[in-house]
């Protein structure tokens, strides 16, 4: 008989337009959340939006909290959980960037409560996934969390952010071609789980991506209305996968391992995005898509070179040559590469 069974967790509702932040307490309630509603933001989110966002459960007679923190961490999200259970809170509304939303999922996952994703920065797709990532010393973690009830994207706060982040959040979507393809690698050579539905889905969002990467332009709010869009339904894959393993590949390895050797280098989209250009090319060599994802990158402003990255061409070369020791997921980094190889792959797409 046959019992396999998969959890698919899915957010109810994804508010995504010009002016919704001002539909979060019609969004909440048809969640039929109750009790006291705790607002997580950070320092800037929490002036952008997360101010409007108590104010509105305010007016409609709630008796919200708010807490404001400073840094990705896994104290912030102890700090999360302490507040929320000492104020007893009954649902928890993460508000602003990556670091703010990460934060809320993972402690809304150890409290068992219910969790509003409201991003105020198209810059990664956790903003809708099942998966959380916070640095620790010289390493980022990424674990399972509490995906988000419902996701509400206006986008006219995400229009205003700073153009870098939204050029991140187009680099992580572009970067998925790369980690599906990893992930095939995988299913093939080592027999691991493979989602056709998810994949799928994880490279059309890439796709989408770069055929849309000329109409991506700074200021402009369907801009903004393209690449929530993208990141949603990376984030879908994810979940429907129950793995990162749609969006995360050999080049989420080389990024990371970039994050040890250079922490606070740049920005992780624009690190995947560099990665991916590398990746493709050893997926597939000159005739690949290495340069469709380059141009699409330098078509809406992300870095295409270690020199855009601020990171110097010999640490991209330690980074590709010992990504594959930072976690135990095979890509097309195998057992690793010789320096050689990683010079030929960096040299020939031009990233260094």
């Given at each position: ?311 110097d061409d010999e640490t991209v070369i330690e980074a590709l040559t010992t990504a594959h020791q930072i976690r135990d997921r095979y ?22």
């Open positions: 008989m046959f019992e396999k069974r998969t959890w698919i967790r899915l957010p109810r509702n994804v508010v995504v337009g010009h002016g919704v932040l001002g539909q979060t307490i019609e969004a909440v309630s048809e969640l039929h959340l109750t009790g006291r509603p705790l607002v997580v933001s950070s320092p800037t989110p929490h002036d952008v939006a997360g101010k409007r966002v108590v104010e509105q459960f305010e007016d409609e007679g709630y008796d919200p909290s708010e807490i404001v923190i400073d840094e990705a961490s896994f104290d912030a999200v102890q700090q999360v959980i302490d507040h929320a259970s000492e104020i007893d809170a009954g649902f928890l509304l993460g508000v602003g960037g990556g670091k703010a939303i990460d934060i809320t999922k993972m402690a809304a996952d150890d409290l068992g409560l219910g969790f509003v994703s409201v991003p105020t920065a198209a810059s990664h797709d956790g903003i809708v996934s099942g998966r959380g990532s916070v640095p620790e010393g010289d390493t980022r973690h990424s674990v399972a969390a509490e995906p988000p009830l419902a996701v509400i994207a206006d986008t006219e706060v995400l229009a205003e952010a700073p153009w870098r982040l939204t050029t991140a959040g187009c680099a992580d979507i572009i970067s998925n071609y790369t980690a599906v393809r990893d992930w095939q690698l995988a299913h093939r050579l080592k027999n691991v789980h493979y989602s056709e539905y998810a994949g799928a889905l994880s490279q059309m969002t890439a796709e989408m991506l770069v055929e849309s990467a000329d109409s991506i332009k700074q200021g402009l709010e369907e801009s903004s209305w393209i690449v929530v869009k993208a990141l949603v339904s990376s984030g879908v894959a994810m979940s429907i996968a129950d793995s990162s393993r749609p969006a995360s590949g050999a080049e989420h390895l080389f990024s990371h391992q970039l994050d040890r050797l250079v922490p606070d280098g740049a920005l992780h989209g624009h690190q995947v995005g560099v990665g991916s250009i590398m990746t493709e090319y050893l997926h597939s060599g000159q005739k690949g898509k290495w340069k469709d994802a380059r141009d699409a990158l330098a078509a809406i402003g992300a870095p295409t070179t270690a020199d855009e990255l601020g990171i890509t097309v980094l195998g057992d690793g590469m010789s320096e050689e190889a990683a010079i030929e792959a960096a040299t020939v797409t031009g990233v260094i």
